[in-house]
């Protein structure tokens, strides 16, 4: 046996939490990889626990299906043909075609299309090489996982806020929407223990799941309804006086006056001159009128201010117009007014009684958690918006707002130089006429620059920096594929993919295979070919996290206090990069190499983390990480009394959202169908009689990820459906388990193995996503099984079906109809289309 060495690192096999492991090495060759069991009490997300990804990853690492080398290439676009290439004639190719498209069409129409960040400098390299390319055109998941959650936080809040459950300081109750087990199985084992403490856990999910088993209440909801039952809830929480009254009165803008003549928050500016922009109007009982809020100064023009909750009041203006105001809890109370439990039960289909019981189980087991992990309600189409504004506006009535949150706000950002400055300050890198390039933006408003301009602002003001731009500040994607295919002036025509799967992952897959065909040039940085990888013009070979530093907060955005560290335990095998050597290499090329001044990564994270590294005595990450590995910090409670209120601009934590009014939305949650759901499309259900649930991640794989990997595939070879077992067996022909069903929407239809269960509704299906076959032919029409079981085959992207907020696509409660297919089960070389 030769030299063996033992070396922490992170595992970011499911770009969640960025598990603590020992990888183990026989003279420089990964023998296996366990839990770091020594970081067991410090490791607050997994508490050791490694997935299933995690114990494969040394299959993954030497897989015989990971790509090596640069690709070019041969033959035509799809024919899966391609001539090894160096990384200079890689590099060197690739900058030659961008800068003639720069320079013959504009920037503008090179577009980066991104994905779950899985590894660190996932977050900024794309950012910081947009910059100095001038190109604000990015696509990325953002609509559909984390993204809605992420900005609907900061509209509230003033930063993205997703905590995680704490062992030491566990909440009385816990509200977890989805099947937790699969969506964040690096976290599951924490409800379990707080479960075991006997922490009340409201489950909210269409299917019985190992989450529902943990339950105290199980909420089983039809598809896309949740609207209704957290406005019911709201309802009863404000009937019954069970929210926290401090935080309302004191902490949130419930007391604020609206104008409602023309539905905006009535501002100090409209009574007064020489007030700031940001200054806003209560009416004070004490003196029976009303009075200024400053939100720059964080307070009242006036002492001993005695704020009206509700009511509305006559208002006199400057200008001599008296307007009628109501507060904005008034208005949130008018908006529920007619969600009795009675009629969310019609609605969501939850018996009366459990709406009405949960929610007295929730209000009397305070502090709370409530939990919606990404990929649920982003993708809850055209209410991904309210959905997640009423979860926030939940927690800020409770008064749950740092309470019980393990991980919260933003890091000591002195001790890491930010993501958003890594980005190199994406608001401010771009004129407003750059900006305006970027796909959809004045449609989809929030998630585009104008959103993440606005919330920056306020960040800035209040936390001396911005969120990053990596889930915040991105296109639309069937904007940018329609434009595509209609060849408008202007369109992209050349796409750097990087960590996404186009093909795979966008609503309505054969409209984004239709306008990958249109584009002039396609470069893919890949570990495997995959069907995008396939229809590209250049694969580039990328390094694992076994080959590269990695450091950032616990997941890998800036919005944790928790900041990990971990070097590579080993060289990069045959010519990976990371994705900073490959912009890094297009940067040089391009003219703009002075903003990459690292030769590598590992240098530049020993610039990033001087301020870490200095107070923990450590001359470089690799010593930070043999000898400390992380830097954790003591949760800061209520930390919003230390810095005096929020980042929004009221300084308070908005019930009226003021950035969604000045975005051009309704300010509070309004209830909304889902786009495809039976009562708004009933004529569909005649021929499509079942509601399809297409979303939620499955286990052992990573969305489109890991297919390949032999251990991972033989836990899950085939794509299941599950289907009632009364309705298999009314089926015509029956459907038995394990039978090969067709899944059909008017898009299309896929193929999928039948898993019979009593665990869901009758007239539901849920298939698994993301789902293809590396082992089929990569050429066309095959383009490794793409066609034959991925649900987005079935899936809409019509921008009117889609969230006008964000442009959420409709992912789940779509019309499908289930039949068994007779016409042979062979899936070698598959060409369902």
């Not at 626990?49 to 995690?54: E, N, R």
């Not at 990015?138 to 003033?158: L, P």
């Not at 390039?437 to 306020?458: C, E, I, M, N, T």
Request: overall charge negative.
């Amino acid at each position: 046996m030769g030299e063996t060495e033992i070396k922490t690192t992170t595992c970011y096999g499911c770009a969640h939490t960025a598990c603590f492991v020992k990888a183990h090495l026989e003279d420089g060759k990964l023998v296996k990889v366990t839990p770091d069991r020594e970081k067991i009490c410090v490791d607050v997300c997994t508490r050791g626990f490694l997935a299933d990804d995690g114990k494969a990853s040394i299959e993954y690492h030497y897989g015989e299906k990971r790509i090596n080398y640069p690709l070019k290439r041969a033959g035509k676009r799809g024919e899966n043909k391609w001539e090894r290439i160096s990384w200079n004639q890689a590099l060197d190719e690739i900058a030659a075609k961008l800068r003639d498209l720069k320079e013959e069409y504009g920037p503008h129409t090179v577009c980066l299309a991104t994905g779950t960040a899985h590894h660190s400098d996932n977050n900024w390299v794309p950012w910081r090489w947009m910059v100095g390319f001038r190109t604000m055109n990015k696509i990325g998941n953002e609509q559909i996982c984390y993204g809605v959650q992420f900005i609907t936080s900061e509209q509230t809040f003033g930063w993205p806020n997703s905590p995680f459950p704490s062992p030491e300081a566990p909440p009385r109750s816990m509200i977890v929407v989805g099947n937790t087990h699969e969506t964040v199985p690096n976290i599951f084992n924490s409800f379990k223990f707080a479960s075991q403490l006997g922490v009340k856990i409201i489950s909210v999910d269409p299917r019985a799941t190992a989450m529902t088993n943990l339950a105290t209440h199980w909420l089983q909801i039809r598809p896309g309804t949740d609207i209704a039952l957290w406005m019911s809830w709201l309802r009863l929480i404000i009937q019954n006086e069970w929210f926290d009254k401090e935080f309302v009165y004191d902490w949130t803008n419930a007391p604020f006056l609206v104008r409602t003549d023309i539905r905006k928050i009535l501002r100090a500016e409209e009574l007064v001159d020489n007030v700031p922009r940001d200054a806003f109007v209560v009416w004070n009982t004490k003196t029976q009128a009303p009075t200024i809020w400053d939100a720059e100064e964080r307070k009242y023009l006036e002492e001993g201010v005695e704020k009206a909750l509700t009511g509305s009041y006559s208002i006199k203006l400057k200008n001599g117009e008296t307007v009628e105001c109501k507060t904005a809890w008034t208005l949130l109370t008018e908006r529920v007014e007619e969600w009795t439990p009675e009629k969310a039960s019609e609605v969501t289909g939850i018996p009366t009684s459990k709406i009405a019981n949960a929610c007295e189980t929730y209000a009397q087991n305070q502090p709370s958690l409530f939990l919606v992990p990404g990929h649920c309600y982003d993708a809850f189409a055209p209410g991904s918006s309210s959905v997640f504004r009423l979860q926030n506006i939940i927690k800020s009535i409770m008064g749950n707002m740092d309470r019980t949150e393990l991980l919260t706000g933003c890091y000591d950002n002195t001790k890491l130089v930010s993501i958003y400055e890594m980005e190199l300050k994406p608001d401010e890198a771009f004129t407003e006429e750059e900006k305006k390039h970027q796909p959809g933006w004045d449609r989809f408003r929030a998630l585009s620059w104008v959103g993440y301009d606005l919330k920056a602002k306020y960040e800035k003001k209040h936390w001396g920096l911005a969120s990053n731009a990596m889930y915040s500040n991105q296109g639309h994607h069937h904007v940018m594929w329609q434009d595509i295919i209609e060849e408008k002036p202007g369109r992209t025509r050349a796409m750097i993919i990087n960590g996404s799967n186009p093909m795979i992952k966008y609503g309505n897959s054969k409209r984004v295979y239709e306008a990958m065909k249109k584009l002039d040039l396609i470069v893919a940085l890949e570990f495997t070919m995959t069907p995008s990888a396939a229809m590209s013009d250049y694969v580039l070979p990328m390094s694992d996290w076994f080959e590269r530093p990695e450091i950032g907060p616990s997941t890998p955005c800036d919005i944790f206090n928790f900041i990990h560290v971990s070097d590579a335990v080993m060289p990069p095998e045959f010519e990976r990069r990371s994705d900073y050597d490959v912009f890094k290499g297009l940067a040089d090329r391009l003219g703009f190499g002075k903003d990459w001044q690292w030769k590598d990564l590992t240098e530049c994270y020993n610039w990033r983390a001087k301020g870490l590294l200095d107070e923990h005595g450590c001359k470089d990450i690799a010593e930070f990480a043999e000898k400390v590995g992380f830097d954790y910090p003591s949760p800061i409670p209520e930390q919003y009394k230390l810095r005096n209120g929020f980042a929004t601009p009221t300084g308070k934590a908005e019930i009226w959202s003021v950035m969604l009014e000045e975005l051009g939305y309704d300010p509070i949650p309004y209830f909304v169908e889902p786009a495809m759901s039976p009562r708004n499309v009933p004529e569909l259900y005649e021929e499509y009689p079942l509601t399809l649930i297409g979303i939620d991640r499955h286990l052992p794989n990573y969305h489109s990820q890991f297919y390949e990997v032999p251990s991972l595939r033989r836990m899950m070879p085939e794509p299941l459906v599950d289907i009632h077992f009364d309705t298999a067996r009314l089926a015509s022909p029956p459907i038995n388990n394990g039978d090969w069903v067709w899944i059909e929407t008017r898009k299309g239809r896929i193929k999928q193995r039948a898993r019979l269960t009593f665990g869901i509704d009758e007239n539901c299906v849920k298939t698994t996503h993301h789902f293809w076959y590396p082992e089929m032919p990569g050429e066309e029409p095959y383009l490794h099984g793409v066609w034959v079981s991925n649900t987005n085959v079935l899936t809409e992207d019509d921008p009117e079906l889609c969230d006008p907020v964000f442009g959420s696509w409709p992912h789940t409660a779509i019309p499908c109809k289930v039949y068994k297919v007779v016409d042979g089960t062979n899936l070698e070389g598959d060409r369902s289309r």
